[in-house]
């Protein structure tokens, strides 16, 4: 029996069910996971600064946009 990847997936798509691309997760968990060697502590506190990092670039671009 053959499956038909099209409409498997507006199946999925109507029952609210997306398939992920595993690739896509893998990305993100090497982004974001934590990297080898290192502890929970130093995890938390990377993601800190990384967010810290990210808040300001954005409210640079927010305040050159009321600036325009």
């Known amino acids: 029996m ?4 099209r409409l498997r997936q ?5 029952q609210g069910k997306l ?9 993100l ?7 080898e ?3 929970a502590e130093e995890h938390r ?3 800190a600064s990384e967010n810290d ?3 300001a670039e954005m409210d ?3 305040e050159n946009e009321q600036e325009v």
């Open 2 to 5: 053959s499956v038909d990847y």
């Open 60 to 62: 640079r671009m927010e």
């Open 10 to 14: 507006r199946w999925l798509e109507a």
């Open 29 to 35: 968990l090497k982004t974001y996971g934590p990297r």
């Open 45 to 47: 506190a990377r993601l």
């Open 19 to 27: 398939p992920y691309d595993s690739g896509e997760v893998l990305k």
């Open 37 to 39: 060697g290192e502890s």
């Open 53 to 55: 990092a990210y808040a």
